[in-house]
């Protein structure tokens, strides 16, 4: 496979700018293997329904802790149950995401260890206030983004908006799921791309069979954003951050969270090959416009 690299990813120890977004009953430890085996960055997601008995479980899952690996955890959930941050911590994890919330005491932490820390803006202020705050590396996510966030901006607008005011790294996150969207994206100036959708549809994945074939099947216009099913959940997420779902699965009740980039989920792959095509595809491109 063809290596692609960006300052960022070479302090990482990566081989290719890639980065599967830490998505809650979805990422968990057999595609966060995956994922770094193949030379990007594999998460483990705790979500909405994380817990640390969860955490735990995948982690025993987990297989490729010689490579850069992350955990991402949901602000208001890790409050909830508090065991999650410093099992989490201990764990080890090359990076560690906290997104959705207001409050970053738990960057003095991990840094502590030596773990980069990273989380999700939808705003130019919100990424300012997390590089000052210490976060070393900033994830862009658009509104075209699958799952949860602050449907604000697009995702390239924010991307360039954001480059513009920090200098700390900037991951390029929403509807990123083809070569081209990975190489827009590092051409504008991302140390790497946050991508979802297209990882949630592989077959390392922890969605289930019926989900995944809707995955498949779905296009660029057939999601939308709801709260429908965190309310009839009871989940605690704030108003400002609603999934963006498959409209096909709010109509038939069941919440399938995918980004505007679905329709580049084809098929169903591994993760080993979606990332050699994201690679290779994105760095031929890369070569033919700079040439």
Same mark, same amino acid.
């Given at each position: 496979m063809t290596g692609l690299h960006t300052a960022w990813t070479r302090s990482v120890g990566l081989t290719t700018p890639i980065v599967c977004a830490p998505m809650g009953g979805a990422a968990g430890g057999a595609l966060a293997t995956a994922v770094s085996r193949a030379g990007g960055l594999g998460m483990i997601g705790m979500g909405s329904s994380g817990s640390t008995d969860r955490l735990r479980a995948e982690l025993s899952v987990f297989d490729a802790r010689d490579r850069p690996w992350g955990i991402g955890l949901v602000d208001w959930r890790m409050r909830q149950d508090t065991e999650l941050l410093p099992t989490a911590i201990a764990a080890g994890p090359t990076l560690l995401s906290v997104s959705f919330g207001e409050s970053f005491e738990w960057v003095?932490?991990?840094?502590?260890? *030596?773990?980069?820390?990273?989380?999700?803006?939808?705003?130019?202020?919100?990424?300012?206030?997390?590089?000052?705050?210490?976060?070393?590396?900033v994830v862009a996510r658009g509104s075209e983004g699958g799952g949860h966030g602050a449907p604000t901006v697009g995702a390239l607008t924010l991307l360039c908006a954001v480059l513009d005011r920090v200098q700390i790294p900037v991951l390029a996150a929403g509807g990123i799921a083809s070569a081209r969207g990975v190489a827009a994206a590092l051409a504008a100036g991302a140390s790497g791309v946050w991508v979802g959708t297209v990882f949630s549809g592989c077959v390392e994945s922890l969605i289930d069979d019926d989900?995944?074939?809707?995955?498949?099947?779905?296009?660029?216009?057939?999601?939308?954003?709801?709260?429908?099913?965190? !309310?009839?959940? *009871?989940?605690?997420?704030?108003?400002?951050?609603?999934?963006?779902?498959?409209? +096909?699965?709010?109509?038939?009740?069941?919440?399938?969270?995918?980004?505007? *980039?679905?329709?580049?989920? !084809?098929?169903?792959? +591994?993760?080993?090959?979606?990332?050699?095509?994201?690679? +290779? *595809?994105?760095?031929?491109?890369?070569? !033919?416009? +700079?040439?």
């Amino acid at each position: 496979m063809t290596g692609l690299h960006t300052a960022w990813t070479r302090s990482v120890g990566l081989t290719t700018p890639i980065v599967c977004a830490p998505m809650g009953g979805a990422a968990g430890g057999a595609l966060a293997t995956a994922v770094s085996r193949a030379g990007g960055l594999g998460m483990i997601g705790m979500g909405s329904s994380g817990s640390t008995d969860r955490l735990r479980a995948e982690l025993s899952v987990f297989d490729a802790r010689d490579r850069p690996w992350g955990i991402g955890l949901v602000d208001w959930r890790m409050r909830q149950d508090t065991e999650l941050l410093p099992t989490a911590i201990a764990a080890g994890p090359t990076l560690l995401s906290v997104s959705f919330g207001e409050s970053f005491e738990w960057v003095a932490d991990a840094r502590a260890q *030596g773990i980069t820390t990273t989380t999700q803006v939808a705003t130019v202020a919100e990424a300012v206030r997390a590089q000052d705050a210490g976060i070393d590396v900033v994830v862009a996510r658009g509104s075209e983004g699958g799952g949860h966030g602050a449907p604000t901006v697009g995702a390239l607008t924010l991307l360039c908006a954001v480059l513009d005011r920090v200098q700390i790294p900037v991951l390029a996150a929403g509807g990123i799921a083809s070569a081209r969207g990975v190489a827009a994206a590092l051409a504008a100036g991302a140390s790497g791309v946050w991508v979802g959708t297209v990882f949630s549809g592989c077959v390392e994945s922890l969605i289930d069979d019926d989900a995944r074939a809707a995955l498949v099947t779905a296009d660029e216009t057939t999601t939308e954003v709801t709260t429908r099913f965190d !309310r009839a959940a *009871g989940h605690a997420w704030p108003d400002r951050f609603p999934e963006r779902v498959l409209t +096909s699965a709010v109509d038939g009740g069941t919440g399938v969270n995918a980004g505007q *980039g679905v329709a580049m989920v !084809r098929r169903t792959r +591994s993760a080993a090959e979606v990332i050699a095509d994201l690679t +290779s *595809g994105a760095a031929d491109l890369l070569g !033919r416009w +700079s040439r």
